[in-house]
């Protein structure tokens, strides 16, 4: 029996994207060995990877002038791989704090040059429970970019509309909610994103690149950092983590198969008032911190009267068969992530649970 | 059907390590969720990561001055994050050149500090045919480190024997060799090796790291960089990429159970054996060009008279259930990949096709 995963990353994935995998882990269609026994160079393998760019390219609208690129890392590699790229000497780049990620790459970047914190919403005492407002925004015409963090996966809080930057590349870390609804990809110089929460396992990356912005990355640092070298290679320059791109394959099929993006957001919606539906009404029981207009559709992050509440929370949820609930040890409580695979029936599980709970211990 | 792979990497895999991987795929000891739907923090795939660690320090005899890292990239991204983490400002590292990916290693590490050609073994015509004796190498007392190619994937050469390099800190791509047979680990600062040959599947980068070595690494680049950092949070400073190190874990417990290195190195040589046996009977056909001592017992490479009969031997052997022969793309020819999972049994069906095919075309 599978249990209802509302992990944080890596999270749930789709049932048939899994069954898939399954069924052909030891013969990859009829070629006798498993694809990830099979040469990154070969036809077979090759059709994987290509098929899975198309999905992005098609579910995404990429228009062609940016590319999808597979790297590895993780988002934490990019915080450090981005100024590295574009943080040019005498340059410097525009970080907006919405959350401990944006802390960190803002850390990376500066082992590596100038930035400036352009934009925060960090309370006294550390959290953060909004994303910034546009003039709040101190944007410095001549960065060398702007870095944000789209979905604040610890704290909660996500952007609903995007910061006008003018002609600065717009970079953003979009690990926790890549694809949870349709967007305009240009927009943006360069999306970054962990596949560990909306498309697949761990142990792969997905970046869309404007190709213009990339070209113009520096060429003084070794090959394997440049993301041209990635880019003029089709992610082939070394060997991918082709197991993990072959898996991201198999969800971005589901995706198209269940309607698409606009379908996953009439979904994802849905869970999310479902659950701040459920946090409104009982907001004398269940404390939700974000500010309405900041509320993550991807993480819903509460806390009980007491952290003893919280526990038994977490405990008896477990026993009801949901797991995944236990907010980030920075930021305590409870933290529901309600990814692509999350199903609005799982959801509505909970909010029955929720309101029982509320009925014994409230 | 599974055919016999013999592709230089990504790898066949043993088949047990894949069964087990696709028998838990949905649903992971019990837990109701596949292995990477599991947190990389929960107790559950912390088992599966410390069991990996404690495999490798048994099968390898691992000392307590080394420390074994998951890491990403590949080889070829720690061809450049070796020389970010030890070729401080003044120092020079020595690189001894072997093949091609001695190349790539040596070209990354110019852009990060002063490099020196240690030692090297190149041809006129580019090619590689041997490693260099002691006696050939002009190693500098003051490097920062060494760095070697234990197995030239492409050249198929190997090394027999260590180099001798005094106090400096020997640094090694075992990509290609690594757990080919029982080793001893000490005498290496620095070990890494791509898990897509003899381990896993690509997408995860086995270290064995010296403590005290990475200790010193610099602390002024990102942290994400930084040995140290991983080596401190146990590999898990980051989203490690689970899945890769689970199927990593399976082969490792395979090892174990067919009787760990000793029997996987008289497996090795059997296989080597058959086919440079094969090779030498019939040198007037099969063209072997490595140096009888620096012969590897991973990639066997030749040649058969003519480029017309190599794609032959290619394409009948495939027909007969063999793939993965084709040479590099550089080097032309053949290549026979014979790492762990290759058995004795598969290189006697080849050996026996090699016989067959002289006697059709010889
Ligand atoms: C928004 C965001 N950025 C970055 C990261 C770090 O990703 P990784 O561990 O893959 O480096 C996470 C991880 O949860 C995240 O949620
Ligand atoms: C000896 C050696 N080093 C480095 C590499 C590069 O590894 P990766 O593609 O994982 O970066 C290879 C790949 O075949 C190799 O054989
Ligand atoms: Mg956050
Ligand atoms: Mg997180
Ligand atoms: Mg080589
Ligand atoms: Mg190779």
């Given at each position: 029996m599978r249990v209802i995963n509302f992990n944080p990353?890596?999270?749930?994935?789709?049932?048939?994207?899994?069954?898939?995998?399954r069924d052909e882990l030891l013969d990859f269609q009829g070629s006798g060995m498993s694809v990830m026994e099979h040469s990154h160079r070969g036809k077979e393998?090759?059709?994987?990877?290509?098929?899975?760019?198309?999905?992005?390219t098609e579910l995404l609208g990429i228009p062609d002038t940016h590319q999808v690129l597979f790297l590895t890392g993780g988002a934490s590699q990019q915080f450090a791989q981005v100024p590295m790229n574009f943080l040019t000497p005498g340059a410097s780049a525009d970080y907006l704090m919405t959350g401990v990620w944006s802390e960190k790459a803002y850390e990376e970047a500066q082992y590596l040059g100038k930035v400036r914190i352009a934009g925060t919403t960090v309370?006294?005492?550390?959290?953060?429970?909004?994303?910034?407002?546009?003039?709040?925004?101190?944007?410095?015409?001549?960065?060398?970019?702007?870095?944000?963090?789209s979905n604040n996966t610890i704290y909660g809080t996500q952007w609903h509309w995007w910061p006008e930057v003018g002609d600065v590349p717009?970079?953003?870390?979009?690990?926790?909610?890549?694809?949870?609804?349709?967007?305009?990809?240009?927009?943006?110089?360069?999306?970054?994103?962990?596949?560990?929460k909306n498309l697949g396992p761990s142990g792969v990356l997905i970046a869309v690149a404007r190709k213009d912005f990339i070209?113009?990355?520096?060429?003084?640092?070794?090959?394997?950092?440049?993301?041209?070298?990635?880019?003029?290679?089709?992610?082939?320059?070394?060997?991918?983590?082709?197991?993990?791109?072959?898996?991201?394959?198999n969800v971005l099929a589901w995706v198209k198969q269940v309607g698409g993006l606009g379908q996953l957001e009439k979904w994802n919606r849905e869970k999310g008032e479902l659950l701040?539906?459920?946090?409104?009404?009982?907001?004398?029981?269940?404390?939700?911190?974000?500010?309405?207009?900041?509320?993550?559709?991807?993480?819903?992050?509460?806390?009980?009267?007491?952290?003893?509440?919280?526990?038994?929370?977490?405990?008896?949820?477990?026993?009801?068969?949901?797991?995944?609930?236990?907010?980030?040890?920075?930021?305590?409580?409870?933290?529901?992530?309600?990814?692509?695979?999350?199903?609005?029936?799982?959801?509505?599980?909970?909010?029955?649970?929720?309101?029982?709970?509320?009925?014994?211990?409230?």
């Open positions: 990353g890596p999270a749930g994935l789709p049932l048939p994207a899994l069954e898939r995998a393998y090759d059709a994987v990877q290509s098929e899975a760019i198309s999905l992005l309370l006294p005492d550390k959290r953060y429970v909004r994303v910034p407002r546009q003039d709040e925004l101190t944007l410095d015409p001549k960065a060398a970019y702007v870095h944000m963090t717009l970079v953003a870390d979009m690990s926790s909610d890549f694809m949870w609804k349709p967007m305009d990809v240009s927009r943006f110089a360069f999306i970054y994103a962990g596949a560990q070209a113009r990355g520096r060429k003084d640092i070794p090959k394997i950092f440049r993301y041209s070298t990635h880019a003029e290679n089709n992610s082939l320059y070394n060997t991918p983590p082709t197991l993990a791109i072959y898996l991201c394959r701040y539906g459920a946090l409104d009404k009982h907001a004398g029981f269940y404390h939700a911190p974000v500010e309405k207009d900041s509320r993550s559709y991807m993480n819903v992050v509460f806390k009980l009267p007491t952290p003893e509440l919280d526990d038994r929370f977490v405990a008896e949820a477990k026993k009801a068969g949901m797991v995944g609930l236990k907010g980030h040890r920075s930021a305590g409580g409870i933290r529901v992530s309600t990814y692509n695979a999350v199903t609005v029936d799982n959801v509505r599980t909970l909010v029955s649970f929720m309101e029982e709970f509320i009925r014994k211990n409230g």
